[in-house]
């Protein structure tokens, strides 16, 4: 099963620029920026995580309404998709959430634990 993880951001994001060089558990992965979101493949191999064009929230409350999630606006809004397969997908997708939030500020909304 995919898994969707969404980070609500402080500060505008640039996705290409932070995910340049994620290693993966094969390796550097092949980065590829193409139709508003960044792919990461495992080297030679199959999708792992997107990530989606930010997209910035400006309309109070709308974070709750989507989310539950309560959070201050305007916040850059960043979709994180896991692959359903390999495992290690879905632990790559969290690092990517957790890494923006170090560097941009914010919070981590995850679909499912």
């Not at 980070?7 to 996705?15: E, T």
Request: overall charge negative; cysteine-free.
């Amino acid at each position: 099963m995919s898994l969707d993880i969404v980070a609500l951001l402080s500060r505008q994001p640039d996705p290409a620029a932070m995910l340049r060089g994620v290693t993966g558990p094969n390796g550097p992965l092949d980065v590829r920026q193409e139709a508003g979101a960044v792919h990461m493949h495992d080297p030679g191999g199959p999708l792992l995580v997107s990530v989606e064009e930010p997209v910035l929230v400006e309309v109070p409350g709308e974070p709750e309404r989507l989310l539950g999630a309560a959070v201050p606006t305007p916040v850059w809004w960043v979709e994180i998709r896991a692959a359903a397969g390999p495992d290690q997908a879905g632990l790559l997708a969290r690092g990517i959430a957790d890494e923006f939030v170090r560097r941009y500020g914010g919070t981590v909304w995850a679909g499912r634990p």
